[in-house]
């Protein structure tokens, strides 16, 4: 075994162009799932991440019946006793009309989401407040927050304007109210509330003709990974009310859905060019075969059976993976530790939430590998097949 | 036994019907022209090759029927080879090379003091960390020579050992085999064209046209059949 070993090390580090090649080839291939990963994981989880931060928690409350008629305080005092949880927050949302005049023009926007939301309790449940570039956050029962895509489109809306927001209440009937802008808010990647506005809960209430509801429960956990337990505890706690209660992943289904198949395709990808190394793998191995031909026809004279000859070349892909499998493990860790210190993110869009997937690293290192020795298989069987005598006329 | 290359009328007859028998411990040459078969019958000899028809006997062992892996076997245990252009492995020590025989056959006990014996009596002991590749090409055909004895095998085959070297160089090689026999007791079957350089050896085999003759001159050839 020993001299199979020094074999094959020595035959492949005396083709350094080769070895480097190949290793290149297994390199490349893991770096491009690292990469991959990295983007596009990264992208997926900065999505759930924004959503579960501005819009539906970690646990999402919501009831059948679309709105919530329990107290709201009792319902946020009962979940903040969970020792899991940061703290939650009670949301209404409803469509708005919203009209301004601007130095003489008067600008209409409809169909505008409304959020209506408890500012004291909102800044500990959510990181909308810290998406508010100009101004403050809704402080007060007449002031509003315009996302910065609204502020564009009613002409330039700053903080200060007065405006006009109309709402149709329960009873189908018009509610408008004068408001004074205190915020812009803008989100990296407009996963905020640049197309909302937000206004005090106790103000969207009025305006909806619904004192005391409440369209949403946000819960904010410092332990994200007991979702479930605190979901299901509340259930069990509430038997008889209608409440839904979904973690993050349930309740943001529907917009990742489509990224996960995104995300799962560029997997594909990434694997298929894995399988792309493989070839190349086999390429350069079938050149060190083809190189040592009168060598493997000498060791063959002198005893060494097709198995030995077999194992030296198998040896020499396990080594060619080993090697691929670390640089690219290695080179891949570095871009992934790059992208998670700079918080990396495209035209200052959304910051990636970089993790680091050490079950997923370990597979791609290891699947690498496992890839490399297959792909020695062919030259090395090919190598075996090599009849000494015509392997010694090789020059 | 026989050697056909080809078929039908493609035929060549390398080898026709040779047979002979060679004692341990006798210094062969096999002589004649290029292309005359002599290679050929080495390497059936050596079983590198199977004759197409015939039987090769080494020490009593009919090596006709044996599977690819015996016959790898045996080539390590029984058979020693020297090549025309030495064949070392240049990625391997001049040591390493003389010992590969040794580990292939997976017995490694005081192989090492014995390769360095054998490249001491070659008078290569101070190369022995050398890479194979750079070393001279009669120092390369020593360590061939030592690398074919370390498994004291029956039978050392040598062809054109002396066929890419100079006449000076040729005449030491040839030395060294002929002592080493001598020495060791080998059995050397030796292909040359080069008769002359050899001087006195045990026996001549001449093959002409794929046919075995005892001696090396025309005349005095008895035909071994």
Known sequence: MEYRLRLAKRMLFNKKGSLIGAVLAVTIGILVIHVNFVIFQGLFDAIVRDISNYRNGDVLITDEEDYIDKSDQALVNWFERIPYVEAATPRLSSTASINMTKFGTLHEETRIPIVGVDPLRDIRASTVHETVSEGQYVFSRNSIVLGSNVARDLGGAQVGDSLKVKIIDRYGQDQIKRLVVTGIAKSPGGQGFDYSVVVHIDTLRDLMNRDGDTGSIMVKLNDPSKASDVKNFFLAAFPNDDFIAETIEESAEEQLAGFRSGIAMINMIGYFGMMSSAFAIVTIQMMLVNGKTREIGVMRSIGATRKDILIIFIFQGMIIGAIGAGVGTAAGLGYTFYAKETKMSFNNSLPLEVSYNWEKIIQTAVLSFILAIIASLYPSYRATKLLPVEAMRTV | ?225
């Open chain 2, 1 to 225: 036994m026989s050697k056909i290359y080809g078929t039908d009328e493609n035929k060549v007859k390398a080898l026709d019907n040779v047979s002979f028998s060679i004692n341990k411990g006798e210094f062969v040459l096999i002589v004649g022209s290029s292309g005359s078969g002599k290679s050929t019958l080495l390497n059936m000899i050596g079983l590198l090759d199977r004759p197409t028809n015939g039987k090769v006997f080494i020490d009593e062992t009919d090596t006709t029927n044996l599977t690819d892996d015996k016959i790898s076997s045996f080539r390590n245990k029984k058979l020693g080879f020297i090549f025309q252009f030495s064949n070392l492995l240049t990625d391997l020590t001049v040591l390493e090379n003389v010992l590969l025989p040794r580990e292939i056959a997976g017995t490694s006990d005081s192989a090492e003091k014995n390769a360095i014996e054998l490249l001491k009596a070659v008078g290569l002991d101070d190369q022995i960390n050398k890479r194979a590749n750079k070393i001279s090409g009669g120092q390369a055909q020593r360590v061939a020579i030592a690398r074919g004895l370390i498994n004291n095998p029956s039978i050392v085959l040598a062809d054109e050992p002396t066929g890419n070297l100079d006449s000076v160089t040729s005449e030491k090689i040839i030395q060294l085999m002929k002592l080493m026999a001598k020495k060791l007791n080998q059995t050397f079957i030796v292909v040359t064209h080069d008769r002359q350089h050899f001087g006195d050896v045990d026996r001549i085999i001449t093959i002409k046209d794929g046919k075995a003759f005892e001696g090396n001159l025309p005349s005095e050839m008895g035909v071994l059949a």
